[in-house]
């Protein structure tokens, strides 16, 4: 089982340039099976997922080439099946979002449940309705939705829940449907956005006529395109907050500074330094004192439910009691014990939430874990043996062993591939002591 080796007590310092973003790579690829016209990408991230979602679409016809230096070309011409299997499927919560495609050019899609990190249950159920009311017919069965449809049409749709994957399935769906199609309560995320940009260069006709309302026209045929992918700023988050807390300095190229708004505010009520130099460049650097903060993750423009693990490493650094309630998933605190396992002082809690139903973007029962953790800082880490249980989780356990006394393993890196391309190479380059162990 393939796992990394850290050496800790080291500083990040240095320059790197953040990969293209993740949650949009995966997405673009699909819009392969939109049109028979090649789409040409740049700044394509060299990762599992991405990989992986080239995998499932070309299982379906599509030729996806994707290059070393980070250039993919997408061609749709061939596209000539609409079942996904179920081992490709159970992989990727880009599994689902084919449905809409595969219908309009098929008028049948037959795709398992999708995988991707477990976070939660995150149900498709918010898709699945969507699509039904645009007039697919679809039925779950062993496994699979079976989905039929002669032609989808517009509709008015409001998600009961911020939903970024359930926003982009129905953008894909409307797109090519008959009519026009009104989402209301859509997810604002930047990932999104970009999407549309990339859609609209093919040739749909989709407008954000405000906040959480995205209007699409649908038309008759889509193009083909160039484009380049926005940066991920989870990345930036990640090597921003491995500088602040291993006492280094690193310039960030590609941190888009108007897609880290809450992050950085969030940087000044702690007392954390950093530089803009311009929109695409921020320095880092470390604080020797941290102040103690109160976080609640939120749909953006808040605080991302994909920054709260490395937040808590930061703020086992600070003097005090922060606290960080998680409001996006039901069950996002499996990093805690790992960092406990370091000597990390944290404990789970329950907070008083006025009325949970609402407040919280999952479907509520009263059978949850705690959704909020108290850290107690400021704590020295040690070295152990560490298991991964999803992507940010193990970039966290990463920044925790580099700022460990001793060495640390961590297993399941799997999960990190999935989000961050070579990122032993990378953080190589940055002083930090880091071995893929093979075997």
Same mark, same amino acid.
Request: proline share 4%.
């Given at each position: 089982?393939?796992?990394?080796?850290?050496?800790?007590?080291?500083?990040?310092?240095?320059?790197?340039?953040?990969?293209?973003?993740?949650?949009?790579?995966?997405?673009?690829?699909?819009?392969?099976?939109?049109?028979?016209?090649?789409?040409?990408?740049?700044?394509?991230?060299?990762?599992?997922?991405?990989?992986?979602?080239?995998?499932?679409?070309?299982?379906?016809?599509?030729?996806?080439?994707?290059?070393?230096?980070?250039?993919?070309?997408?061609?749709?011409?061939?596209?000539?099946?609409?079942?996904?299997?179920?081992?490709? +499927?159970?992989?990727?919560?880009?599994?689902?979002?084919?449905?809409?495609?595969?219908?309009?050019?098929?008028?049948?899609?037959?795709?398992?449940?999708? +995988?991707?990190?477990?976070?939660?249950?995150?149900?498709?159920?918010?898709?699945?309705?969507?699509?039904?009311?645009?007039?697919?017919?679809?039925?779950?069965?062993?496994?699979?939705?079976?989905?039929?449809?002669?032609?989808?049409?517009?509709?008015?749709?409001?998600?009961?829940?911020?939903?970024?994957?359930?926003?982009?399935?129905?953008?894909?769906?409307?797109?090519?449907?008959?009519?026009?199609?009104?989402?209301?309560?859509?997810?604002?995320?930047?990932?999104?956005?970009?999407?549309?940009?990339?859609?609209?260069?093919?040739?749909?006709?989709?407008?954000?006529?405000?906040?959480?309302?995205?209007?699409?026209?649908?038309?008759?045929?889509?193009?083909?395109?160039?484009?380049?992918?926005?940066?991920?700023?989870?990345?930036?988050?990640?090597?921003?907050?491995?500088?602040?807390?291993?006492?280094?300095?690193?310039?960030?190229?590609?941190?888009?500074?108007?897609?880290?708004?809450?992050?950085?505010?969030?940087?000044?009520?702690?007392?954390?330094?950093?530089?803009?130099?311009?929109?695409?460049?921020?320095?880092?650097?470390?604080?020797?004192?941290?102040?103690?903060?109160?976080?609640?993750?939120?749909?953006?423009?808040?605080?991302?439910?994909?920054?709260?693990?490395?937040?808590?490493?930061?703020?086992?650094?600070?003097?005090?009691?922060?606290?960080?309630?998680?409001?996006?998933?039901?069950?996002?605190?499996?990093?805690?014990?790992?960092?406990?396992?370091?000597?990390?002082?944290?404990?789970?809690?329950?907070?008083?939430?006025?009325?949970?139903?609402?407040?919280?973007?999952?479907?509520?029962?009263?059978?949850?874990?705690?959704?909020?953790?108290?850290?107690?800082?400021?704590?020295?880490?040690?070295?152990?043996?560490?298991?991964?249980?999803?992507?940010?989780?193990?970039?966290?356990?990463?920044?925790?062993?580099?700022?460990?006394?001793?060495?640390?393993?961590?297993?399941?890196?799997?999960?990190?591939?999935?989000?961050?391309?070579?990122?032993?190479?990378?953080?190589?380059?940055?002083?930090?002591?880091?071995?893929?162990?093979?075997?």
């Amino acid at each position: 089982m393939e796992r990394f080796l850290v050496s800790g007590g080291r500083k990040i310092r240095g320059e790197i340039n953040v990969s293209g973003a993740k949650n949009v790579a995966m997405k673009v690829i699909l819009t392969g099976l939109l049109t028979e016209k090649p789409v040409y990408v740049r700044n394509i991230p060299l990762i599992s997922s991405v990989t992986g979602t080239a995998d499932l679409v070309r299982n379906l016809g599509v030729k996806v080439d994707i290059n070393d230096n980070h250039t993919m070309k997408i061609q749709g011409n061939g596209l000539n099946k609409y079942t996904i299997p179920l081992d490709m +499927g159970g992989l990727y919560r880009t599994a689902t979002m084919v449905l809409g495609p595969l219908l309009q050019r098929f008028g049948k899609a037959i795709v398992p449940n999708p +995988g991707g990190c477990r976070l939660g249950q995150r149900p498709v159920d918010w898709h699945i309705e969507g699509l039904k009311k645009m007039g697919a017919k679809i039925k779950y069965d062993d496994g699979f939705f079976h989905a039929t449809s002669s032609k989808l049409k517009g509709i008015r749709f409001t998600f009961s829940k911020n939903t970024h994957t359930g926003t982009e399935t129905l953008l894909l769906a409307a797109v090519l449907s008959q009519g026009e199609t009104v989402l209301e309560n859509a997810s604002q995320e930047p990932e999104v956005d970009d999407l549309i940009k990339i859609l609209c260069l093919m040739g749909a006709k989709i407008k954000r006529v405000k906040g959480r309302t995205i209007v699409i026209n649908g038309v008759k045929k889509l193009s083909g395109t160039e484009f380049t992918i926005m940066p991920d700023r989870n990345e930036v988050v990640t090597f921003a907050i491995g500088a602040i807390v291993s006492g280094g300095n690193i310039l960030i190229k590609g941190a888009q500074r108007s897609n880290l708004t809450v992050f950085l505010k969030s940087l000044d009520k702690i007392g954390t330094p950093y530089q803009v130099i311009d929109e695409n460049h921020i320095r880092f650097s470390s604080l020797k004192k941290i102040k103690p903060t109160h976080i609640i993750t939120k749909p953006h423009p808040g605080f991302m439910t994909d920054w709260q693990a490395p937040w808590a490493l930061l703020m086992s650094q600070a003097g005090g009691v922060s606290t960080i309630h998680e409001s996006i998933f039901e069950d996002r605190f499996n990093y805690v014990g790992q960092l406990k396992k370091m000597g990390a002082k944290i404990e789970s809690y329950h907070p008083k939430v006025k009325d949970p139903r609402t407040f919280y973007n999952f479907n509520w029962t009263r059978r949850f874990h705690c959704q909020a953790i108290r850290i107690t800082g400021k704590t020295d880490l040690h070295d152990a043996v560490l298991e991964v249980a999803d992507l940010r989780a193990g970039a966290t356990l990463i920044l925790a062993a580099l700022i460990a006394q001793g060495n640390s393993v961590i297993y399941g890196i799997n999960h990190i591939d999935r989000g961050y391309e070579k990122i032993e190479s990378r953080l190589g380059k940055l002083g930090i002591p880091i071995k893929r162990l093979k075997n």
